[in-house]
């Protein structure tokens, strides 16, 4: 019933009736995703009916509420087929702004019209094969790139960046071959890379050092959306960059390593935009050369230097923020170098862990970031070793049992996802610099914990719990450890038949009398 009546004020009424009863089927349908099939049909001619008032010199507001429901009925595949054309689609790209003749971004009183289309634009092409067609012969990514251009240094357009970036990311997310496109004829690297320093306001110190602001106030939620549309559209970009051939390539590389630090030392509006945030980042950096990583850490500032410097016992005992923030500073220090964006992996790395869920998608890119980084900077590597394999001091406990990160890495490598339990084993195994203790019994021991069989994955096991500085305390344990095991002191294995006799008879001595 409501098409049939906003179907015929739109064929047969003026400007002001078609924009009061637009605007009242668009109020009642906002959250309207699932249409009823017996109505496809009146959808498919308001459509069209819509196309054609578009293309009339109407008052703005009118073409608004126009693109609105359209937007609304864009989000139904089926009444896309017929109105999916290419004279259709250069409407929506002309009131997008998207059109060789415009050039400029003046008329503030436009931006409502082409925020409108580019969100009409991105549901159409999301969910039209034709469309997506069309926008490789209309040369959509290009357009898009162009208007980037026209809004990177212009405030209060933050909307149409947003939905502009978006638009390039579904593009380059259904087009394999947009993506080498965007790469080296539209210079799309720089150009989002740009847009990223531009939603982060970011001040260089240095060529590859920006001015971080610890007190700052969190990043609006307009800039977060930005920063996160342009962080998934630079992924898809730089997808398939693993070698560096070239300086220039190597120093963009760079510059997009040094930004995405500068991201994972912020925090968004809210903890689950700053969580998407960093999640993205995590995402992008695992196509950055792992040559380009050295970024991530960086010499200490003169004041950083005498921060660290002041240990807490120095300070007066009323400041306890200050001791706080040293003992904070110095946890994020190591051989002079701030490790500050390796810590904040390291904790996005827990937080994932502690979710118990989704391991493959949230988990592996961190885990996989942080093993090549440990693999390939050794201040990186022996950093994260002190935070995730402190000497081990307690052997009386099994090692997967208890809160610390190690044992948390631990418990993965008995996971039911064999993807997840060799990247867990192999971030162990490097931080250990992939050496394998030569003790028998530990290496038994491990293997016995683990119950593992691939040979690879036992020899990682072992690593962690090898620490040279903690052989003393392993030898003072030895036999309360061993003994529960069934494990002798020339490293054969008591039959179980009487490790258990023995097992009962411990258990029957020991039970308590209450």
Same mark, same amino acid.
């Given at each position: 019933? &409501? ?23 668009? &109020? ?26 578009? /293309? ?17 009925? *864009? ?19 002309? =009131? ?43 040369? =959509? ?35 394999t071959d947009i993506r080498s496109q965007l790469r080296y004829e539209l210079q799309g690297l720089p150009l989002l890379t740009q847009i990223l320093e ?41 997808? &398939? ?25 912020? /925090? ?24 380009c990583l050295d970024v991530l850490i960086c010499p200490l500032t003169h004041e950083e230097t005498a921060q660290e410097a002041t240990t807490p016992d ?12 040293? %003992? ?17 992996? %390291? ?113 990682? /096991? ?37 490790? =258990? ?9 020991? *039970?308590?009398?209450?």
């Amino acid at each position: 019933m &409501d098409e049939e009546r906003a179907l015929y004020i739109v064929r047969a009424g003026e400007a002001g009736a078609i924009e009061r009863v637009l605007r009242d089927y668009s &109020d009642k349908h906002r959250a309207t995703f699932k249409f009823e099939p017996t109505d496809e049909d009146k959808r498919k001619k308001l459509c069209e009916g819509i196309f054609k008032v578009l /293309v009339k010199d109407v008052p703005t507001t009118c073409q608004v509420s126009c693109l609105e429901v359209l937007r609304i009925l *864009s989000r139904d595949k089926k009444i896309l087929v017929p109105v999916t054309t290419k004279e259709n689609l250069q409407i929506l790209l002309r =009131l997008a702004k998207l059109h060789e003749s415009d050039d400029s971004l003046e008329k503030v009183s436009e931006f409502p019209v082409i925020v409108e289309s580019l969100k009409c634009l991105c549901n159409i092409v999301f969910n039209s094969q034709m469309a997506q067609q069309l926008s490789l012969e209309l040369n =959509l990514a290009a357009k898009l790139c162009n208007l980037l251009r026209k809004c990177k240094d212009r405030k209060f357009i933050n909307d149409i960046k947003c939905f502009d970036l978006r638009l390039l990311f579904l593009l380059s997310l259904l087009h394999t071959d947009i993506r080498s496109q965007l790469r080296y004829e539209l210079q799309g690297l720089p150009l989002l890379t740009q847009i990223l320093e531009s939603a982060f306001s970011i001040k260089w110190t240095d060529e590859y050092e920006s001015a971080i602001d610890h007190n700052g106030p969190p990043l609006p939620p307009q800039e977060t959306d930005c920063a996160i549309e342009a962080l998934k559209a630079l992924f898809n970009v730089t997808v &398939d960059s693993w070698k560096v051939h070239k300086e220039s390539d190597s120093h963009q590389f760079r510059v997009m390593a040094a930004v995405l630090r500068h991201c994972l030392l912020i /925090v968004g509006p809210t903890e689950d935009k700053t969580e998407e945030l960093h999640s993205n980042a995590v995402n992008l950096l695992s196509n950055v050369p792992v040559s380009c990583l050295d970024v991530l850490i960086c010499p200490l500032t003169h004041e950083e230097t005498a921060q660290e410097a002041t240990t807490p016992d120095e300070l007066p005992s009323d400041k306890t923020a200050e001791k706080d923030t040293a %003992l904070t500073n110095n946890a994020m220090v190591y051989n002079g170098m701030n490790m500050e964006a390796i810590h904040v992996l %390291l904790s996005f790395m827990e937080k994932r862990i502690d979710k118990g869920s989704s391991y493959r998608e949230g988990l592996t890119p961190v885990l996989s970031l942080l093993t090549e980084c440990s693999r390939a900077h050794r201040n990186i590597r022996k950093f994260l070793k002190d935070q995730v394999l402190p000497p081990l001091r307690d052997v009386t406990n099994r090692p997967e049992v208890g809160s610390t990160v190690r044992n948390k890495l631990v418990r993965l490598m008995t996971h039911v996802d064999l993807g997840v339990k060799q990247i867990a084993a192999e971030f162990l195994f490097v931080l250990c610099k992939e050496r394998v203790f030569a003790s028998t019994t530990e290496k038994e021991y491990s293997y016995l914990r683990s119950g593992v069989k691939n040979d690879w994955l036992k020899r990682s /096991v072992v690593a962690p719990y090898c620490d040279f500085d903690a052989l003393e305390t392993w030898e003072g344990g030895r036999e309360e450890l061993l003994k529960p095991m069934g494990l002798k002191p020339d490293g054969t294995i008591t039959p179980l038949e009487e490790a =258990l006799s023995q097992y009962s008879v411990i258990e029957e001595t020991s *039970s308590d009398t209450d």
